[in-house]
């Protein structure tokens, strides 16, 4: 195991203790701080990730970040295959650059997302429509800009399992050509990274980059506007841009939980292993499928 991966793995799981993240996720960390391995605090964080729900709406958010998880983890099983040095750069990324490319480390976008997720979550069921409404502006852009640079890594390692040539510049590209080449190389909505192409917008990314986005309760839209060389101007249900503001808040953590769970299968004792979810322990143990 990366030893210096490691450190700041821990160091975020018992970050807790400023309170910056919240009295309730405090809560949650300190019960961590009882554990005097790594490993535990992190098969920890993954089970309470996915321990089930009664309610249906949250269920099906759970079963999401499943899925995320496992395209993560395929990502880098597939890629290892092919590349350890590529495998291993991906399995970096929250905190260390793509070796060549400067500023291209996800941890402060992965920061701001959490941090977004956990505001937008604590004023979720609140009866201020406008607290609401401006917290799941900050988490939609937060999400996606998180998205922006993690495609990157993510086209670096498919274009690796696809047999095609190594192309840094591909950090550099819009989030839109970053978009378009990572669908085509990943079958798009057939493909591994469906769910997470579902709630890309780099239109709508852009908008509230610039506030030119407005909520319009009586037509329950929202309307928003892109600029640059080709104005776009588009419209989205209420419903359906917090329902994509509620699943963004999963990516930060299952991108954090399949690093944790990467690190546990490869480094991990047997009866460590155990306690991780089965559906991602069988990964390790069968051919990956892009579904």
Not at 66 to 77: E, G, M, N, P, V
Not at 130 to 143: F, G, I, P
Not at 182 to 200: M, S
């Amino acid at each position: 195991m990366d030893t210096e991966l490691k450190i700041q793995l821990e160091q975020y799981l018992k970050s807790g203790s400023d309170g910056s993240y919240g009295q309730r996720v405090q809560e949650s960390f300190e019960e961590y701080e009882s554990f005097d391995e790594w490993n535990k605090s992190a098969i920890k964080y993954i089970n309470d990730l996915f321990k089930p729900n009664p309610s249906e709406l949250e269920q099906n958010i759970i079963d999401y970040t499943f899925i995320l998880c496992k395209s993560f983890i395929a990502t880098y099983l597939e890629t290892k295959k092919k590349d350890k040095e590529i495998a291993h750069s991906f399995l970096k990324s929250l905190f260390f650059d793509f070796p060549g490319i400067d500023e291209s480390k996800l941890f402060s976008k992965w920061q701001s997302l959490t941090e977004a997720s956990f505001a937008f979550q604590a004023v979720a069921h609140s009866n201020n429509y406008n607290l609401v409404w401006q917290q799941s502006k900050t988490l939609t852009r937060a999400y996606q800009e998180f998205i922006n640079g993690l495609f990157g890594f993510l086209i670096i390692c498919w274009r690796c399992i696809n047999g095609k040539t190594l192309n840094k510049n591909v950090f550099k590209n819009t989030y839109g050509s970053k978009m378009e080449e990572l669908y085509k190389l990943t079958d798009g909505d057939e493909g591994i990274f469906a769910q997470i192409f579902h709630i890309c917008n780099p239109k709508l990314r852009n908008a509230i980059a610039h506030d030119n986005i407005w909520n319009n309760p009586e037509a329950e839209k929202i309307v928003y506007k892109s600029v640059g060389q080709n104005v776009y101007r588009g419209e989205i249900d209420i419903s359906k841009f917090l329902l994509f503001a509620s699943l963004g808040t999963r990516l930060g953590q299952s991108y954090f939980a399949s690093i944790c769970a990467v690190l546990l299968m490869e480094e991990g004792k047997e009866n460590e292993i155990e306690q991780l979810p089965s559906q991602l322990v069988g990964m390790f143990y069968k051919k990956i499928k892009n579904s």
